[in-house]
């Protein structure tokens, strides 16, 4: 008996993997015949020469010097250009496409299922609440745009790093004290890496005391039998200085993030990424994260009308809403901390998702929008763990279980089918913001403007094109690159003034637009106006010496002018 149970264990673990891997690639398989969509995509693989070369010395150094995207995360980059490389070496394509970045974000996030369910069970040793948590997280909607969107590789790949993290470190806490450092420096090296891939691991060093706290259950954050009676909110002061002592033992990982979180604030602003506290000020930053906390925990246990951009609402939050948000958060926290002794996980597994969410919540205001689903793909894991381990807590008796175990499984199939619904709009740019615009608003301008550029580059249709930039203007007339795009469907319909009205509108707005220049100086040339088309061609290069297309047509230009000289 003694021989045949670990093998049973073994084996019932073995098929609680399959499942889980199989239940992953049931969702999203069918991915791999989706194309890029139009938000970032372009720039991250289907127009990005360096990802599309592959791995050479140069777009390696590209990698990690760049801050293309108005990011910092050489590790993903590299992903991509390995991709690239594969899948040539695979199928002989010299430029492959989107189906293999595809597969490889599905395959990397069903490593991360597993990750998960290996995480809890070695911390918990709790199989079915380990399971439910990665069943979960594999299949729901709220994830769905981590994993189909090929520019989201980024969180695929960093929250592996998150996890082997979090089990290097169960193991450094495991080990006899001098087998310690080479185990400890495993889980510095592996946090480096995941910071490589996005910065959204800097909270890792947090969670790691949390964790310490409940399951790990380590002597130095115990309080002792003595101090068990306090008030709910006491923290005596050798509890306080347990907690500084696991802080300690983090150091170098605060270290790591903090580095982090500078770099990735100077690539944000070199890219122009970060807005100033002119155009959204702290009161309204502050309202907006209050309400979109509890706007993701709604989707969490509602998830639908989702979309790939949600509009910042600015000021026009009802001030009801944050009262009734901030309400909640609070009630949910005191509550938590109240009964923390014996519900050691819900404090755990909130805190998780309040802390993860802390760098992309919208204090530091990145972007435009007002909340994204992706952001929550590992904030919810703590959501699940709360509601998981809650429930075994809860609901005892064979019966009780086996209700427990019933509704699990609906839980998951309802979401699994949800998620499958929600795969299909990324099929490709259209079909995505058609969608967005329809669960959003008509008057979502960024929805527009990447579908306007999705009908120009997927459906090559210049003429639809057109007609939704000139909405996307209508509504936002400072909104510079619908202009940009505009002109160039206007260029593409053989309609000039219309389309140089539109560059004129675009340089307005940005003086110093190397691309904008390029763009007149190319419907110039065209148009026969070759000397014209030359200056403006040379000014563009003037403000970015690496403008491609400037420089490719002003040598074409200067080549015919030689030619024709007698």
């Known amino acids: 008996m003694l021989v045949k149970r670990p093998r049973a264990l073994l084996r019932q673990d073995l098929a609680i993997y399959i499942a889980l891997v199989l239940l992953t690639f049931l969702v999203y398989c069918r991915t791999v015949g989706f194309d890029f969509v139009s938000m970032d995509d372009y720039i991250y693989v289907a127009e990005n020469s360096y990802v599309r070369s592959g791995l050479t010395l140069q777009s390696i150094r590209w990698a ?44 990397l996030h069903a490593l991360n299922v597993a990750l998960l369910y290996a995480l809890l069970l070695k911390m918990t040793r709790a199989k079915w609440p380990s399971a439910f948590v990665a069943a979960a997280f594999a299949v729901h909607p709220l994830h769905v745009e981590s994993v189909a969107w090929i520019s989201e590789r980024k969180d695929v790949l960093s929250t592996a790093f998150w996890l082997l993290t979090m089990l290097a470190y169960v193991r450094y806490v495991g080990m006899v004290e001098n087998r310690q450092l080479k185990a400890y420096m495993l889980v510095v090296i592996l946090f480096a890496l995941g910071l490589a891939a996005k910065p959204m691991l800097v909270t890792l060093p947090i969670i790691l005391i949390l964790t310490d706290y409940w399951p790990l259950s380590r002597t130095a954050l115990q309080p002792s039998v003595a101090r068990q009676e306090n008030n709910g909110f006491g923290l005596e002061a050798d509890v306080i200085a347990s907690y500084f002592s696991a802080i300690r033992d983090k150091f170098p990982l605060f270290v790591l993030a903090a580095a982090s979180c500078v770099v990735t604030y100077w690539a944000q ?67 938590a901390i109240r009964i923390r002794k014996r519900c050691p996980w819900l404090i755990v597994g909130w805190l998780w998702y309040i802390i993860t ?75 995505l913001f058609e969608r967005t615009i329809a669960v959003t608003s008509p008057q979502n301008v960024v929805a527009l403007f990447n ?21 996307a203007v209508s509504i936002e007339p400072r909104f510079l690159d619908a202009h940009f795009n ?52 040379k000014k563009a290069l003037s403000i970015n010496p690496n403008n491609a297309d400037a420089k490719y047509n002003l040598e074409v230009l200067e080549d015919i002018k030689r030619q024709s000289e007698p």
Request: aromatic content about 12%.
């Open 269 to 335: 602003a070199a890219g122009g990424a970060v807005q100033s506290f002119d155009i959204r000020p702290i009161g309204v930053r502050i309202a907006n994260a209050i309400v979109s906390y509890m706007a993701y925990l709604s989707k969490t246990f509602y998830p639908v009308r989702l979309a790939a951009y949600y509009p910042h609402p600015g000021t026009s939050i009802p001030i009801w809403q944050v009262v009734v948000s901030a309400l909640v958060l609070v009630s949910v926290t005191v509550f």
């Open 357 to 431: 969410l802390i760098p992309v919540i919208g204090l530091i205001q990145v972007g435009d929008q007002a909340m994204a689903d992706r952001y929550t793909y590992v904030p919810l894991i703590g959501i699940f763990i709360s509601i998981a381990f809650g429930a075994l807590e809860l609901l005892k008796g064979p019966i009780a279980r086996k209700l427990l175990t019933a509704a699990a499984a609906i839980v998951i199939v309802m979401l699994a089918v949800s998620s499958y619904v929600q795969v299909g709009y990324w099929r490709n740019g259209v079909t």
């Open 64 to 107: 990690f010097t760049t801050t293309h995207a108005s990011n910092w995360h050489p590790l993903t980059w590299l992903s991509l250009m390995l991709d690239t490389d594969t899948s040539h070496f695979l199928s002989g394509d010299e430029t492959p496409d989107a189906g293999f970045y595809h597969l490889v974000n599905v395959f």
């Open 486 to 537: 505009l002109g160039n469907a206007l260029t593409n319909l053989n309609r000039p003034t219309e389309a140089w009205r539109e560059y004129q509108a675009a340089l307005k707005l940005n003086p110093r637009n190397s691309s904008v220049y390029a763009a007149m100086g190319y419907l110039l040339a065209i148009n026969g106006r070759t000397n014209e088309a030359c200056v403006l061609l």
């Open 451 to 471: 579908l306007g550029v999705a009908y120009q580059k997927q459906r090559y249709d210049d003429a639809k094109a057109a007609e939704i930039y000139k909405k």
